[in-house]
């Protein structure tokens, strides 16, 4: 990135930060840390300023951007962490109803780490700028501001700390009282985590509270997000070259500048992925869609909701280096999209072309269905996606279902004459702009840059990218000599295509054959090489036995180096090679359609010169060398040493440990010639095999395997030679487990999709009876064999799609319902896959009814979590959509019950029976407690009087629960108005008194404002209930509802008024043992001998059976009669 834009950037941020503590300064407990890193924002701001205007009039070369880049970078990155947390602290305060400000500023810190305390990143930023300051580019500009930094950064590091270092590295858990019907916070702090609980309710005397310590639910989000984290997105934006003031023409031009210019904001989230087809995590919408969720939790905590760790933890973890299924992590997004507090989310994708085929069309038509016509779902949602591409018609065709007028779509194409007249424009632009620096740089004359200008425009059908490859290499060209006679030479030779200027960049290496090594090792690098990292890969030879023979030379000369072999066809960003453009490797790499004698034909040496299986070869070459030195067995990495430690210090392990069998397999390397050091690789009895795999096992997340055998190493990577020559063993067992899993060579091998080593490891090795009998037979692999979760090989074939051996599994009796610990058979995993293709092989090797009932399961299971994919592609794959649980519950009644609106509509649309009663009567609309649900239900017809096994109706459940919306649609509908009164709910009852229900049984509830509300209407309160002959004040007094019998007695309420069995107001409230209110009706003149018709029992003979003796004694002081008998027993 541009040094002069990052420094503008971190100018921008910085007055944020200034703005963001005007509006929180004032807060009672704002660490003094704050005011100090505020009063050092003007020196911070004053030195940026003035290294800006430095810049804007320099031509920097690329070796200054280079120098200058890690310090601005530096200085923005830590710029924004710091109005990050100021930013969540200011809302922090906003939203809380207590707690103090250093409260959530502690919460994020801790969670962020030391480094993140913002006294430490002002320092950091001060410190950026020093250096900054005396880089000789500066010097003069900001000497002035030397001893203003120096200071500052002094003092900055003689202030407090705002969080304690002990706070990081010891447990602990905070308490505070809380007092009735407060609100309590609960802190749990292990190490960096930080945990904060909340809860409210009522403060009982005499009782204990306990906070439990639990930091599970930390570590779940950090698992998700490291498994959403699939590829380094920032850095790869940045690949992108900035725009030229007055341009924005290219595709990714645009689309950086959107993301950098267009922030996210309170109420708009930005997300972006640029697709590459250089390497494998760019060229997936998975990983897409993967680093979309990871910025769009990680900018919006708030978005990382409970549902949506539910929904992410009921899909399987992504296997190593791999990612989730694009339908869950798009169902995902789409249900993040649907929160009432999303605001705004924009996806950015750039360079869709580039994304590999089936994924693309995948993701295409996820694209389809949810902003097509038939979906009402888009009403719900507020996602937005913008997505560049190159005009191909497989792209056009995968668009073509959204080209309907009316539709929230909008094309911006660049064919038309005005767009094609305005890209010419901008280009005519840059052009000015590019010969403006080299008049600049070259110390060119008026006229001679002038001559320059008027050459190049004579050339027609300019692009952006030929522009820039010709300058590039006419800049190259100029020397000092340079004249007008010199630039009309070099402009007459100008290539008329991109191609040739490829053409002739490379045919000036003066190293060719080491230029193609180059060149083969960057096309197949599954990530881009380090300057250190190729600096090994094109020095190491098969010779070589350890590092020492290797050397080890700084960057600087190894980039000139490259740039020598190769000039402008590669870039070196951030120490990593990359090529210059997409077109750049399809410039050199053959394809199936293409030989590389097209090229020659054209003079074009280069086009098309590289196969990718030697270039799989050359890297596959080095990766084994490496291996095979000789400090990977003498000095291996220990059990006990984190395993990036040692990738530290031995250049280069990183890739190939990871690496090297990838290559391998796509390679032309004969197979049988390299099984010698194939097998002393895959020796899993050696230090130099523990070593490389401990660091590729790092790279998957999980716990390393235990008593790995080399037959199964050599599965796992589907070495088919070495999986050979361990069957011939006379000690093979091809049935061995591993000591952390349980899982078989046959296992590993159907999970990573290696038919070949499946078919040896079924068929097996011979078994030699004796050596006196020359029979032999094969005993192969057990194809059913379970590991700790109980899941079989194909269990692992099916869910990760391999229909080659799940072929070769079920021809040997593997069963497809065979079930694993969470109910998984492999036919349900191939389902929740959308693998029609394997579903209906295994369903070949299973009994039909065995297939029923794991689709019912299915079914059931994924309506109650709300996969609607899943529901989807089960009905279309037959399953019956009126299945039931052990309940009669249907699938519609569990979506409807769980809230999941989408699926609701996709069974009704389907044809679900809204009607279908569980075993208690309940319908679907019974369950509803979200209004669209309940909308969607009635429009279909469905009997909002529709009674259970105990009478109760949808409407007397929605008052039950107070969804006051529902209970007015439903009355709206016709619903029986007079069940609803029994609830209580103020606001429903009033609906009903407006609508002349009978709501004399709402009084009964206990709330003061409904009663209140109820006698204010003229309800009256003599009036007895049905099932005890209870008056109102009778009610209240027995459970307890204090303030409504003062009201009640108020309003003239009779204190004698007995009920069937004759016991007054009096009776029930001693019975119950609720003195305040026994006073209550005391010193209201209740009668204290009153006694119940059948026992003849009085209110101090119900007070003292029942144990109450602050009661018996208000009683007896009030003058009760303490030798009164009851009439039945004399007691």
């Given at each position: 990135?541009?040094?002069?834009?990052?420094?503008?950037?971190?100018?921008?941020?910085?007055?944020?930060?200034?703005?963001?503590?005007?509006?929180?300064?004032?807060?009672?407990?704002?660490?003094?840390?704050?005011?100090?890193?505020?009063?050092?924002?003007?020196?911070?701001?004053?030195?940026?300023?003035?290294?800006?205007?430095?810049?804007?009039?320099?031509?920097?070369?690329?070796?200054?951007?280079?120098?200058?880049?890690?310090?601005?970078?530096?200085?923005?990155?830590?710029?924004?962490?710091?109005?990050?947390?100021?930013?969540?602290?200011?809302?922090?305060?906003?939203?809380?109803?207590?707690?103090?400000?250093?409260?959530?500023?502690?919460?994020?810190?801790?969670?962020?780490?030391?480094?993140?305390?913002?006294?430490?990143?002002?320092?950091?930023?001060?410190?950026?700028?020093?250096?900054?300051?005396?880089?000789?580019?500066?010097?003069?500009?900001?000497?002035?501001?030397?001893?203003?930094?120096?200071?500052?950064?002094?003092?900055?590091?003689?202030?407090?700390?705002?969080?304690?270092?002990?706070?990081?590295?010891?447990?602990?858990?905070?308490?505070?009282?809380?007092?009735?019907?407060?609100?309590?916070?609960?802190?749990?702090?292990?190490?960096?985590?930080?945990?904060?609980?909340?809860?409210?309710?009522?403060?009982?005397?005499?009782?204990?509270?306990?906070?439990?310590?639990?930091?599970?639910?930390?570590?779940?989000?950090?698992?998700?997000?490291?498994?959403?984290?699939?590829?380094?997105?920032?850095?790869?934006?940045?690949?992108?070259?900035?725009?030229?003031?007055?341009?924005?023409?290219?595709?990714?031009?645009?689309?950086?500048?959107?993301?950098?210019?267009?922030?996210?904001?309170?109420?708009?989230?930005?997300?972006?992925?640029?697709?590459?087809?250089?390497?494998?995590?760019?060229?997936?919408?998975?990983?897409?869609?993967?680093?979309?969720?990871?910025?769009?939790?990680?900018?919006?905590?708030?978005?990382?909701?409970?549902?949506?760790?539910?929904?992410?933890?009921?899909?399987?973890?992504?296997?190593?280096?791999?990612?989730?299924?694009?339908?869950?992590?798009?169902?995902?997004?789409?249900?993040?999209?649907?929160?009432?507090?999303?605001?705004?989310?924009?996806?950015?994708?750039?360079?869709?072309?580039?994304?590999?085929?089936?994924?693309?069309?995948?993701?295409?038509?996820?694209?389809?269905?949810?902003?097509?016509?038939?979906?009402?779902?888009?009403?719900?949602?507020?996602?937005?996606?913008?997505?560049?591409?190159?005009?191909?018609?497989?792209?056009?065709?995968?668009?073509?279902?959204?080209?309907?007028?009316?539709?929230?779509?909008?094309?911006?194409?660049?064919?038309?004459?005005?767009?094609?007249?305005?890209?010419?424009?901008?280009?005519?632009?840059?052009?000015?702009?590019?010969?403006?620096?080299?008049?600049?740089?070259?110390?060119?004359?008026?006229?001679?840059?002038?001559?320059?200008?008027?050459?190049?425009?004579?050339?027609?059908?300019?692009?952006?990218?030929?522009?820039?490859?010709?300058?590039?290499?006419?800049?190259?060209?100029?020397?000092?000599?340079?004249?007008?006679?010199?630039?009309?030479?070099?402009?007459?030779?100008?290539?008329?295509?991109?191609?040739?200027?490829?053409?002739?960049?490379?045919?000036?290496?003066?190293?060719?054959?080491?230029?193609?090594?180059?060149?083969?090792?960057?096309?197949?690098?599954?990530?881009?090489?380090?300057?250190?990292?190729?600096?090994?890969?094109?020095?190491?030879?098969?010779?070589?036995?350890?590092?020492?023979?290797?050397?080890?030379?700084?960057?600087?000369?190894?980039?000139?180096?490259?740039?020598?072999?190769?000039?402008?066809?590669?870039?070196?960003?951030?120490?990593?090679?990359?090529?210059?453009?997409?077109?750049?490797?399809?410039?050199?790499?053959?394809?199936?359609?293409?030989?590389?004698?097209?090229?020659?034909?054209?003079?074009?040496?280069?086009?098309?010169?590289?196969?990718?299986?030697?270039?799989?070869?050359?890297?596959?070459?080095?990766?084994?060398?490496?291996?095979?030195?000789?400090?990977?067995?003498?000095?291996?990495?220990?059990?006990?040493?984190?395993?990036?430690?040692?990738?530290?210090?031995?250049?280069?392990?990183?890739?190939?440990?990871?690496?090297?069998?990838?290559?391998?397999?796509?390679?032309?390397?004969?197979?049988?010639?390299?099984?010698?050091?194939?097998?002393?690789?895959?020796?899993?009895?050696?230090?130099?095999?523990?070593?490389?795999?401990?660091?590729?096992?790092?790279?998957?997340?999980?716990?390393?395997?235990?008593?790995?055998?080399?037959?199964?190493?050599?599965?796992?990577?589907?070495?088919?030679?070495?999986?050979?020559?361990?069957?011939?063993?006379?000690?093979?067992?091809?049935?061995?487990?591993?000591?952390?899993?349980?899982?078989?060579?046959?296992?590993?091998?159907?999970?990573?999709?290696?038919?070949?080593?499946?078919?040896?490891?079924?068929?097996?090795?011979?078994?030699?009876?004796?050596?006196?009998?020359?029979?032999?037979?094969?005993?192969?692999?057990?194809?059913?064999?379970?590991?700790?979760?109980?899941?079989?090989?194909?269990?692992?074939?099916?869910?990760?799609?391999?229909?080659?051996?799940?072929?070769?599994?079920?021809?040997?009796?593997?069963?497809?319902?065979?079930?694993?610990?969470?109910?998984?058979?492999?036919?349900?995993?191939?389902?929740?896959?959308?693998?029609?293709?394997?579903?209906?092989?295994?369903?070949?090797?299973?009994?039909?009814?065995?297939?029923?009932?794991?689709?019912?399961?299915?079914?059931?299971?994924?309506?109650?979590?709300?996969?609607?994919?899943?529901?989807?592609?089960?009905?279309?794959?037959?399953?019956?959509?009126?299945?039931?649980?052990?309940?009669?519950?249907?699938?519609?009644?569990?979506?409807?019950?769980?809230?999941?609106?989408?699926?609701?509509?996709?069974?009704?649309?389907?044809?679900?029976?809204?009607?279908?009663?569980?075993?208690?009567?309940?319908?679907?609309?019974?369950?509803?407690?979200?209004?669209?649900?309940?909308?969607?239900?009635?429009?279909?017809d469905v009997n909002v009087n529709s009674k259970d096994t105990n009478g109760r109706t949808p409407l007397l459940r929605a008052a039950e629960r107070g969804h006051e919306a529902i209970?007015?649609?439903?009355?709206?509908?016709?619903?029986?108005?007079?069940?609803?009164?029994?609830?209580?709910?103020?606001?429903?009852?009033?609906?009903?008194?407006?609508?002349?229900?009978?709501?004399?049984?709402?009084?009964?509830?206990?709330?003061?404002?409904?009663?209140?509300?109820?006698?204010?209407?003229?309800?009256?309160?003599?009036?007895?209930?049905?099932?005890?002959?209870?008056?109102?004040?009778?009610?209240?007094?027995?459970?307890?509802?204090?303030?409504?019998?003062?009201?009640?007695?108020?309003?003239?309420?009779?204190?004698?008024?007995?009920?069937?069995?004759?016991?007054?107001?009096?009776?029930?409230?001693?019975?119950?043992?609720?003195?305040?209110?026994?006073?209550?009706?005391?010193?209201?003149?209740?009668?204290?001998?009153?006694?119940?018709?059948?026992?003849?029992?009085?209110?101090?003979?119900?007070?003292?059976?029942?144990?109450?003796?602050?009661?018996?004694?208000?009683?007896?002081?009030?003058?009760?009669?303490?030798?009164?008998?009851?009439?039945?027993?004399?007691?």
């Amino acid at each position: 990135m541009d040094p002069l834009s990052v420094i503008t950037s971190t100018i921008a941020v910085v007055q944020a930060i200034s703005s963001t503590y005007k509006a929180i300064q004032h807060v009672r407990g704002l660490p003094d840390e704050f005011n100090e890193v505020n009063r050092n924002l003007p020196v911070a701001q004053n030195t940026l300023g003035l290294a800006r205007e430095q810049l804007q009039g320099l031509a920097l070369d690329e070796s200054s951007k280079e120098a200058l880049q890690p310090l601005v970078c530096g200085c923005e990155e830590k710029a924004k962490m710091l109005q990050a947390i100021f930013e969540k602290v200011e809302k922090g305060v906003k939203n809380a109803k207590d707690g103090s400000v250093l409260d959530f500023y502690r919460t994020s810190v801790l969670r962020l780490g030391k480094a993140h305390r913002v006294e430490t990143l002002m320092q950091g930023i001060l410190r950026g700028l020093d250096a900054l300051a005396t880089n000789q580019l500066f010097r003069t500009a900001t000497q002035s501001q030397m001893a203003e930094l120096k200071e500052a950064i002094n003092q900055l590091s003689n202030v407090e700390s705002s969080v304690p270092d002990s706070d990081f590295d010891s447990p602990g858990t905070n308490s505070q009282h809380i007092a009735s019907g407060g609100t309590g916070y609960q802190s749990n702090i292990t190490g960096q985590d930080h945990k904060v609980n909340s809860g409210s309710g009522k403060l009982y005397n005499a009782q204990t509270m306990h906070f439990v310590q639990s930091n599970e639910d930390d570590k779940i989000r950090r698992d998700i997000l490291q498994n959403l984290h699939t590829s380094p997105y920032l850095a790869r934006k940045n690949r992108n070259p900035d725009r030229v003031p007055g341009t924005c023409c290219g595709k990714s031009v645009l689309a950086k500048y959107l993301v950098d210019e267009l922030r996210t904001t309170e109420s708009r989230t930005i997300c972006y992925f640029f697709f590459k087809d250089d390497f494998e995590d760019q060229r997936s919408a998975r990983s897409a869609l993967s680093c979309i969720l990871h910025q769009l939790f990680t900018q919006r905590e708030d978005h990382f909701s409970e549902k949506i760790i539910r929904r992410l933890k009921a899909y399987k973890a992504p296997p190593a280096n791999s990612y989730y299924e694009l339908w869950e992590l798009w169902d995902v997004l789409v249900m993040a999209s649907q929160d009432n507090n999303a605001g705004e989310i924009v996806c950015i994708l750039d360079a869709f072309d580039e994304c590999e085929d089936k994924e693309r069309q995948d993701l295409a038509n996820a694209l389809c269905e949810l902003y097509g016509p038939e979906n009402s779902t888009k009403k719900n949602v507020n996602l937005k996606f913008l997505v560049t591409s190159r005009p191909y018609d497989k792209i056009r065709r995968g668009f073509q279902p959204l080209h309907i007028p009316g539709l929230p779509i909008i094309h911006l194409k660049g064919e038309g004459d005005a767009e094609i007249s305005e890209i010419v424009r901008e280009i005519d632009i840059y052009i000015k702009n590019r010969v403006s620096r080299i008049r600049e740089n070259m110390y060119l004359k008026a006229n001679e840059e002038q001559l320059l200008l008027q050459e190049l425009r004579r050339i027609p059908n300019q692009t952006y990218l030929w522009v820039y490859l010709t300058l590039e290499w006419i800049e190259a060209e100029i020397n000092n000599k340079i004249n007008e006679t010199e630039i009309r030479n070099i402009t007459s030779s100008v290539p008329r295509t991109v191609d040739e200027t490829y053409e002739k960049i490379l045919a000036k290496s003066k190293n060719p054959e080491e230029a193609k090594k180059l060149l083969h090792i960057i096309v197949a690098a599954a990530r881009p090489l380090t300057l250190a990292e190729m600096d090994l890969a094109l020095t190491l030879r098969q010779n070589h036995k350890s590092y020492e023979g290797l050397g080890r030379k700084p960057d600087d000369r190894v980039g000139k180096y490259i740039r020598d072999l190769c000039g402008l066809f590669v870039n070196i960003t951030d120490s990593k090679i990359y090529l210059l453009h997409q077109t750049a490797k399809e410039f050199l790499v053959q394809n199936d359609t293409v030989h590389s004698s097209e090229g020659i034909h054209k003079g074009l040496k280069w086009k098309h010169s590289l196969r990718p299986r030697e270039s799989h070869r050359v890297l596959a070459e080095i990766c084994i060398w490496h291996l095979l030195l000789a400090e990977f067995e003498t000095h291996p990495l220990d059990e006990s040493r984190p395993p990036s430690k040692y990738v530290k210090d031995h250049t280069f392990l990183d890739y190939s440990a990871t690496n090297w069998a990838v290559h391998f397999r796509a390679s032309d390397i004969e197979k049988d010639a390299v099984i010698e050091p194939l097998q002393r690789i895959c020796d899993a009895r050696s230090r130099r095999c523990l070593t490389w795999f401990r660091i590729y096992w790092a790279s998957t997340h999980t716990a390393f395997p235990r008593d790995f055998t080399t037959l199964m190493i050599a599965s796992y990577f589907g070495l088919e030679q070495i999986v050979k020559h361990q069957l011939g063993l006379d000690d093979a067992n091809v049935n061995s487990r591993d000591g952390t899993y349980q899982r078989s060579a046959l296992s590993w091998a159907s999970e990573n999709g290696f038919d070949g080593v499946v078919r040896l490891l079924i068929k097996g090795p011979k078994i030699r009876l004796t050596k006196a009998i020359k029979l032999s037979f094969p005993k192969g692999a057990e194809v059913d064999a379970r590991d700790k979760d109980d899941r079989t090989p194909l269990s692992y074939a099916a869910w990760n799609g391999h229909l080659a051996i799940v072929r070769r599994l079920v021809k040997k009796g593997a069963r497809a319902d065979s079930k694993d610990k969470i109910g998984g058979t492999p036919v349900s995993y191939a389902l929740c896959t959308g693998q029609q293709d394997i579903v209906h092989e295994l369903v070949k090797g299973a009994q039909a009814d065995s297939v029923d009932e794991i689709r019912r399961e299915l079914l059931l299971s994924a309506a109650e979590k709300g996969h609607e994919s899943i529901v989807k592609r089960l009905l279309e794959s037959g399953a019956a959509m009126e299945v039931v649980d052990s309940k009669d519950r249907t699938p519609l009644s569990w979506a409807v019950r769980n809230g999941h609106e989408t699926v609701v509509k996709l069974l009704v649309d389907k044809g679900a029976n809204v009607e279908a009663k569980d075993k208690d009567g309940w319908t679907p609309l019974s369950w509803a407690g979200h209004e669209a649900i309940v909308k969607l239900l009635v429009e279909n017809d469905v009997n909002v009087n529709s009674k259970d096994t105990n009478g109760r109706t949808p409407l007397l459940r929605a008052a039950e629960r107070g969804h006051e919306a529902i209970v007015k649609l439903l009355l709206g509908k016709g619903a029986d108005l007079h069940s609803a009164a029994k609830t209580g709910h103020q606001t429903i009852v009033k609906l009903l008194l407006e609508r002349g229900a009978d709501v004399t049984s709402a009084a009964r509830t206990g709330h003061e404002a409904v009663v209140k509300l109820l006698v204010d209407k003229g309800v009256n309160v003599e009036a007895k209930d049905n099932a005890y002959g209870q008056t109102l004040l009778s009610s209240a007094a027995g459970k307890g509802h204090q303030a409504v019998v003062m009201l009640l007695l108020e309003k003239g309420a009779n204190v004698e008024a007995k009920d069937r069995n004759g016991r007054t107001p009096l009776s029930w409230a001693a019975r119950n043992g609720h003195e305040a209110i026994v006073k209550l009706l005391v010193d209201k003149g209740a009668n204290l001998e009153a006694k119940d018709d059948e026992y003849g029992r009085t209110p101090l003979w119900w007070a003292a059976a029942n144990g109450h003796k602050a009661v018996v004694k208000l009683l007896v002081d009030k003058g009760a009669n303490v030798e009164a008998k009851d009439d039945k027993y004399g007691r």
